[in-house]
């Protein structure tokens, strides 16, 4: 193509884009447009929240720091792929992620873990670090390099129509139940069952639970076997709407570590009020700083500017908490 | 600790001595190597000083091994380009000077290390290790996404910068100039171990509530000793990214972080030489495990988990068979 | 023969830093010129694997089937990280004593190695990354792309987009160099008007908020530039929001190495690409059918650019010898040997000038696929050709 022909392409565009800065500016952002955001942030945030359970519930009763736990949420998106891909159900599919992380954990809990819960952070965070290496690089031999496939239910795919006329996916409208129950479900489990009384005696006095007579290496792989359930199904949840490959956990695992530090490592109810609060803030800064910076900016510089700023936007946010409460929202000292 | 000394020495000497004979035997990706060992080791003893002296498990030392990484490609490509770095209200050119970039470095990792150490030290545990990792995160997203300096893609400098005197193009003579800033700057820290400072970082560590009881302001010789211990994070950096003369986000990863951490575990915590016996063997399993198999991190995982379980103490610990000190 | 029973041997199980000799004996061929030696970085670890596996493996296919013993590859994998990319190219260049260099997946990572290859005298042919800075003003009489430059698959979009008739486009792409390119790209083709313009970040993999504005937008199309993973996640979410806005897109996020981890969500897309199986000639054919049989699984754009670039790099071996640089610079820029993609040729600045056609995902059975339905560009050039000096 002649260069003469390029720069004729090249105005064209500018005045396009001149106009198209023009609509961006002048449409406010609609209700109904929030509305739909904020449900999102809640979704996310839920998504979010079945990871940092587990995290937390580990951390609060064991001691110790799990970076292997986006290796779990991994772990279960692929079984979830396989299953579904071999039977066709997402169901069994669901159920394989639960199984198959909650082996895993159990598993690696018994050959490994077990032997860190008297060392110090660092040597878990080495540990751990050095699993994430085996689980990605192992799950890539098993599975290939590409990614896989995994769908949503024909049941719960398309959108429902929400009051006040917001059309919203069912699939996340599903995930919002089931996390929530997943936290009602943890609330119970703690406050009401035997386990649960365990749980919280030993995240009181670790030798006091072991001289009440009860196995207490019993208890610990039960509770990090559950804390990897819940990152297996959170994985097999999200990997239904976004891609199952390796790797896949770690940015997760992140946000996940973000969510604890700010509800207080160790409580259940901080993990969730964590989530949310990362959620939206991520979910609304995505949205409203483009959109913010828009008006006194060239549209295309301002999404550039406005979503880098989002992107460190909940670290901003974490900063903020840890400097007026230095154990998180709900975290004891 | 006689003992420890001699194979401090031993490490010391067979670093010096592998590129040599490389050089001798013409194998230069040898010196290369080393160089990078020497350079990475550097990282290392900086982390190290935080937290094997001070405890302070920093899980974010990426911060300013990036920061000392960019202070070089900011200043040399601007050289490189002859464009000013600002006019108003003076003018400052960039430059090919290494001692320049270095000392940039320094500073401005020193900075970046005051400002997240004084919100990070006053968690601890494993709060300040998640805040360091965040603040770590923090800054990986914010390069990949600042356009000015290439995000994403980096900067390449197509020729290393100057040190007088030494022509640094040619791999040994480069080795020499990371080699002797290693061993100036783990004399210096020795020299600061050994200090009423360094005695009362580790007793602070050892037991912080006597600390406070003698007067000690524990806060106060945390962030010092950490503002110390990310700007030589820094100078490695700069010298690293004029080892490839390319810097990249990939610096501030969280993966950068993590492999800091992984040498002075594998050399030994707290041990004056540990990060370089544990860089220069996580660089060796790296080049001979590629090799074997494509899936060789399996293995790497493998011996760094049986690193960590079963041979506390790391390299140093181990050949000076004395169990290291340790605690909660 | 010993030759061929390696390089079987290396195809199948080939580890990330295994050197495959080719060829073991001899330092000259029949034609009497040296060997050469090539270097591939590629990435065969991590996330991005798959690409760079088949970059590898078209490559490797290509140098088999030519029963060249003249060519020697050495294989080693980036990990994607632009370090151990500049160690390895380092490595290279001064242990193994390449001639040649190749196989790197990411424009980073190209950025960080290309000067420094073609500043030391070493040939560099990109097999996928086609950054815009080596394109202009930092073109190299060394460096040839065999793939495309960045921009132009995005440009195909554009123009396609305005062909068929969309007036207000809503567009997005990550956050980083590649993405701003491509976006820039789209724009230059196309003459519609925007219904938005967004970035995300690199590595997100949740969009219901970017696909909530554009549910909320005016817009009559969507582009979007989502490499890997984060274009299944948007594709799958997409398509359950129940938009069915038309989408746009480079040959990326529909390429046969990841079409199958997206599924019916992808069905119907059109997306730009300057290969496809189901291009006419024999060269192609022949391709796809052999790396079916030797590989098992249908070759992707990718596979079809390493094979590219080996027989580029064969053809040349035939005209000159890699020792006199500037006779077998000379033969790589006629580029004289069958492209899978029909007509294949090099503009000043040694990146391709070559056809961009419009496909549309479609089903084969089981298998998820590409036709081609339109030619986007013809005989399309970059614009960066212009400011490049050669």
């Known amino acids: ?333 | 600790m006689i003992r420890e000394r001699y194979i401090n020495f031993l490490i010391g000497a067979l670093l010096l001595i592998v590129p040599l004979v490389a050089l001798q035997m013409d194998e230069p990706f040898i010196i290369t190597l080393a160089t990078k060992a020497a350079i990475l080791a550097l990282a290392g003893v900086g982390l190290n000083l935080a937290l094997g002296q001070g405890g302070l498990v920093s899980f974010g030392h990426a911060a300013y091994f990036g920061i000392g990484g960019y202070a070089m490609g900011i200043l040399a490509s601007h050289a490189q380009d002859y464009a000013p770095l600002m006019e108003v209200p003076f003018v400052i050119e960039g430059t090919n000077l290494m001692p320049v970039i270095w000392l940039v470095a320094i500073v401005a990792s020193a900075l970046a290390a005051l400002l997240i150490g004084a919100l990070s030290l006053r968690t601890s545990g494993v709060y300040f290790i998640m805040v360091t990792l965040a603040f770590g995160q923090m800054f990986y997203y914010f390069a990949i996404s600042w356009p000015a300096y290439g995000g994403e893609d980096g900067l390449s400098i197509y020729v290393r910068n100057q040190f007088p005197g030494v022509n640094t193009l040619d791999p040994i003579q480069f080795f020499g100039i990371c080699f002797v800033v290693l061993m100036a700057v783990l004399f210096l820290v020795n020299r600061l171990n050994k200090s009423p400072f360094g005695l009362a970082l580790n007793g602070a560590h050892q037991n912080e509530e006597r600390a406070l009881t003698v007067g000690i302001n524990v806060y106060r010789l945390r962030l010092v000793a950490f503002v110390i211990s990310g700007a030589i994070t820094g100078l490695a950096g700069a010298l690293f990214a004029d080892l490839n003369r390319f810097v990249s986000p990939t610096m501030f990863s969280w993966h950068t972080s993590g492999e800091i951490m992984v040498f002075i575990i594998l050399g030994g915590v707290a041990r004056l030489f540990g990060p370089v016996a544990g860089a220069a063997v996580y660089i060796l399993l790296e080049h001979m495990l590629g090799g074997i198999s494509e899936y060789w991190q399996i293995y790497l995982g493998l011996i760094l988990l049986f690193v960590v379980l079963f041979a506390k103490g790391g390299i140093v610990g181990g050949l000076a068979r004395r169990e290291v000190r340790h605690d909660g | ?390």
Request: with cysteine; net charge negative; charged share 15%.
């Open chain 3, 1 to 390: 023969m010993q030759t061929t029973k390696m390089a079987k041997m290396g195809l199948k199980t080939l580890g990330a830093a295994t050197a495959v000799a080719l060829a073991m004996a001899g330092a000259a061929v029949a034609d009497g010129h040296a060997k050469v030696k090539v270097g591939v970085i590629t990435t065969l670890t991590g996330g991005g694997a798959g690409l760079g596996v088949d970059i590898r493996d078209g490559f490797l296919l290509a140098v088999k089937q030519s029963g060249n013993d003249g060519i020697e590859v050495v294989v080693e994998d980036d990990q994607r990280k632009p370090d151990v990319a500049v160690q390895l190219a380092d490595k290279m260049i001064q242990s193994e004593k390449v001639d040649i260099l190749t196989g790197i997946v990411w424009s980073n990572l190209a950025l960080a190695v290309v000067p420094s290859a073609t500043a030391q005298g070493k040939f560099y042919l990109s097999p996928n990354a086609g950054p815009f800075q080596l394109a202009g003003k930092g073109c190299h009489e060394n460096y040839f792309n065999v793939a495309w430059q960045n921009d132009n698959l995005h440009e195909a979009a554009g123009a396609h987009a305005s062909s068929v008739g969309h007036k207000n486009s809503f567009i997005l792409a990550p956050n980083y160099p590649a993405g701003k390119d491509a976006l820039k790209g789209y724009k230059r083709m196309y003459s519609g008007d925007l219904a938005g313009e967004l970035y995300t970040k690199l590595g997100q993999t949740d969009y219901a908020a970017e696909i909530a504005q554009i549910r909320a937008s005016d817009a009559d199309s969507v582009f979007f530039f989502l490499p890997g993973g984060m274009g299944i996640s948007f594709l799958k979410q997409y398509a359950d929001s129940g938009i069915d806005l038309p989408v746009v897109g480079p040959a990326f996020s529909f390429d046969q190495g990841i079409l199958q981890a997206v599924g019916d969500a992808a069905l119907g897309v059109q997306n730009t690409s300057q290969w496809n199986k189901d291009i006419d000639n024999a060269a192609n054919k022949a391709f796809v059918e052999t790396f079916q049989a030797e590989y098992g699984r249908l070759p992707s754009l990718y596979a079809s650019q390493g094979f590219d670039t080996a027989n580029l790099i064969i053809s040349a071996m035939g005209k000159a010898d890699v020792k006199d640089q500037d006779a077998f610079r000379a033969a790589l820029k006629e580029a004289d040997f069958a492209s899978v993609r029909g007509d294949f040729k090099f503009g000043n600045n040694n990146h391709p000038i070559q056809d961009i056609y419009v496909r549309e995902v479609i089903k084969e059975g089981d298998v998820y696929t590409n036709k081609i339905i339109s030619t986007g560009l013809t005989d399309h050039q970059d614009v960066y050709a212009a400011e490049c000096k050669l």
């Open chain 1, 1 to 333: 193509m002649p260069p003469s022909a390029n720069s004729e392409q090249m105005t064209i565009h500018r005045r396009g884009r001149g106009l198209a800065g023009e609509t961006i500016k002048g449409r406010a952002m609609s209700s109904i447009l929030i509305i739909e955001q904020i449900l999102n942030g809640l979704q996310f945030g839920v998504m979010l929240f079945l990871m940092a359970a587990g995290l937390t519930l580990i951390f609060g009763v064991m001691g110790l720091i799990n970076l292997a736990h986006g290796s779990l949420y991994m772990v279960g998106a692929f079984a979830a792929a396989a299953v579904a891909g071999w039977t066709g159900s997402f169901l069994l599919a669901l159920a394989a992620s639960l199984a198959a992380a909650a082996l895993f954990g159990a598993l690696i809990e018994l050959t490994v873990i077990r032997r860190l819960y008297a060392r110090d952070h660092l040597d878990q965070v080495l540990a751990t670090f050095a699993l994430i290496l085996i689980f990605s690089e192992a799950t890539r031999w098993v599975f290939g390099s590409f990614p896989l496939f995994l769908n949503i239910p024909e049941a719960l795919s398309g959108t429902l129509t929400l009051p006040g006329g917001i059309e919203y996916s069912r699939y996340r409208l599903t995930i919002i139940l089931i996390g929530l129950a997943v936290a009602v479900g943890l609330f119970l489990l703690i406050s009401k069952t035997r386990v649960g009384m365990r749980i919280r005696a030993g995240e009181n006095d670790r030798e006091m639970i072991g001289a009440l007579g009860v196995d207490i290496s019993i208890l610990y792989t039960l509770v990090f076997a559950l804390g990897a359930a819940l990152a297996g199904l959170s994985g097999a949840l999200v990997g239904a709407i976004q891609s199952v490959e390796v790797g896949m956990g770690e940015p997760v695992l992140i946000l996940a570590f973000v969510v604890i530090v700010i509800g207080g490592i160790g409580s259940i109810k901080g993990a969730l009020a964590g989530a949310i609060l990362v959620g939206l803030t991520d979910t609304l800064g995505r949205t409203m700083l483009p959109w913010a910076f828009a008006a006194f900016m060239e549209p295309s510089a301002a999404s550039s500017v406005g979503s880098s700023l989002a992107s460190m936007l909940i670290y901003i946010l974490m900063a903020g908490v840890l400097l007026f409460k230095p154990t998180g929202l709900f975290g004891s000292a």
